[in-house]
Each structure stands twice: as structure tokens, then as C-alpha cells.
DNA sequence: TGTCCTCCAGAACACTCTGTTCGTTATCGA
DNA sequence: TCGATAACGAACAGAGTGTTCTGGAGGACA
């Protein structure tokens, strides 16, 4: 482990009481003044590790995983991601639930959507899609799907499993994914080969 | 018109301030004090025609027709709201940027999900799609879909015209929807007759 | 064990923003 | 013209932010 015991005991206590007051209050609600009293920690101490309330909330993202690129499983079909992703939220659920929920402000939506749409831009290239203003917009169309499902599981509006949510996905955008992607692939066979 | 010249002055003034302030510093840097000095209005004139900023914002929106389930244009084939309703957002593009933009807060779009979800449930079930949480999931994604492309439109992600982004639309989930749709329909025709 | 250094508590501070109140002035509709 | 109504503007209490400082407690390391 890095650094002073007492430093990393403020920053879990601090963390952990914001996650507690967003799943309480909604994001917008909570205070500074709010997290150092339920952390029951200093105000100077407060601003000595985090600069504000997003702050804290991107370093607990950071320690617990989230916001990288995510490991590359290897190529085992179109969107491998979908699975494990479910999964991993409803492992954590309540720190997800902080995070992307209606009441959790939603400014780490926007990111997440982006590393999201990175993925599967990757993914379609791969799979064979040329690069092109069509594609982005079908990138586009499958990250809004995948991450309103998402979502739409945060906010509770549905109970369903994992597997669900994923057969949902994959039912919703691969019938349209693969029109596109053998129109693509045919006429860059036409042209190149 | 109704009512007071002063009144709807006044009111404008405030919207038109408001609008263009979140399009210059975003929706959550803008203050209410911000709004009065830009308006040229008092602060109890202010809080005697709305209660906050949002407030504002839902006004403008109201009076601009938008909110409103949609005119129900009639049975002309599926996702018929998509085309008019990109339309519409070029036509208001200051006041759409606004309000759904990412310096928008984004606390709108949140409302207009709700409404567009309405809408194609309502189409899915026209269509012969039974009530079931798996038709539930779908219409979560299509509405994901649809909203993606228009916040990446307002974001300015994409320079896509309406009549583009709503094929980009159709051609990512129609295929997925008709295939769940001669499904369902396949199977209350054996039941039903 | 002891020493040194870092971290923490707590209070006080200036600052910004909110939402309300009230007496005065101006502007409208009829 | 005149009564009603809206706007002004200043002042206010309250809440939140982010900074600074001092004294004291706790850990790391030899």
C-alpha cells in the first residue's frame, strides 16, 4: 500500500460517505459541508486531499477500475464488451448506482459514453467497417443503446439480469450492426480486391 | 396576446438572457445573479415570474411547444417522429443547444427520454408488439439510439443533416425492431387465432 | 523506544450565491 | 386621466465555498 495510513483512511472515509449521501440525496444536493460532517473529518483536511466534490468522485472511479480503456478481451464476437460490462455494474451496484444515476448529476455519463463509443468504434473497424461519417453515426446509435439500457437499470426502471440486458442489447443493434457491416465489407471486397 | 406588456417583457427578457448565457458558460455556471444583470431586470422582479433557473428553462421550452406529446401525425410507417423531430431541433438550434447540449446540464434531456420512450411504445404496440419486459428493453434501446444522435448533433459531434441522421437512425435499429416485431407477431397470431 | 515529520482538527475568514421583503417609482389598460 | 399592477433597488439572513492558521495527535523509521 502507498503512503500514510491516516491519508488513505481520510480518502475511504470521505469517499464512502459522498457515495452514502448521493444514494440519499442526489448528487446536486450534497454539500462539501455535507461529506466532512457524515465523514466526520476536517474541512481543511477535506480540501487538502480533493479539490471538490467531482473530484472525489473521479478518484474513487479511478481506484476501483473504472475509466480505463478496459483489458481488450480478445476478439470472441461483436460487442464482447456487453456482457462483462452488466456485469461489473451489478457488482458494484451502489457505487454505479452513485455514479450514473438520475440522481447522481450524471457528469461522469458523458465520459463513460465516450470510452464506450471508443470501444466500439474499435470493434466495427475491426470487424471490417470502413471508416466513414455513416459509421460514426452507427457508433453512435449502438453506444445511446447500450448505455440507456444502462441507465434505464441504474434508475431501476427495470430488474432485469445482466444476460438480459445483454440479449436485449444485442437483439436491439446486431440485426442493423450486420446489415451494415456486409454492405461495408461487400463493397470494400468490390474495390479492393 | 395575454396579459401585461411589461409581463411578457419581462419574461422574454429573462429567457433570452438565460439561453444565451448557458450557450456562452454552460447551464451549472450560470447564476441567477448572472441572469438579472444580462436581462437588465430586478432580482424580486425575477423571483416574482419564476422560482429558479430550471424554472426558465421550462417556461421557454413550454412556450416554444415543445413538451407537448407530439401532434400524432398519423400512421405513416414506423418511427414516423424522427425525421420532423430532427427537423424541428435545427429550426430552435439556439434553443435546443441549450437545453440539451453537454453545457446544458442536461437536466432536460433526462424529461425528453421519458416523452420519446412514450412515443415509440406507443408505436411498437400499433406495430402488433405485445406489452412484455423484453419490449420494454427495446423501446429503451431505440430511444437510447435516437437520443444519442441527437445529443452528438447538438454537441456539434456530427454536421449530419436531418435527413442523414434520421437514416443513420432507421438503419441501425429498424432491422433489430422488425425482426423482434414478425417474432412477437408470429407468436400472438398462434395464440390469438 | 524515542524522535521527527506529516497529517489532522477546528475555528475563523472573505467571498459568492440564493431567495425574500419592502417602500418607491414607472408603466400599463381602460 | 386614474387606479391597478409591475418593476426597481437596496437590504437582509442564510447557506455554501475555499483558504489560512495554530496547536495537537498519529504514524514511520531507526
Redesign the pocket.
Known sequence: MS?????R???RLVQEALVALILEKGYDA???????ERA??????????F???QDVLLSNLDEHGFLRPAPEAGPCGLFAFSLPMFAHAREQERLVRALLGRRGGGPLLAHGERLLAEIVGRELLAAGARPSAALDLLVVCVTGAYMGLLRAWVDGETAASPAELDAAFRAAVEPGVRAFLSGDVAYSHGRDE
Open positions: 503512503g500514510d495510513r491516516r491519508v483512511r481520510t480518502r450534497v454539500t462539501v459541508t455535507d461529506v466532512i466526520d473529518v476536517g474541512r481543511s483536511t477535506f480540501y487538502s486531499h479539490t471538490d466534490k
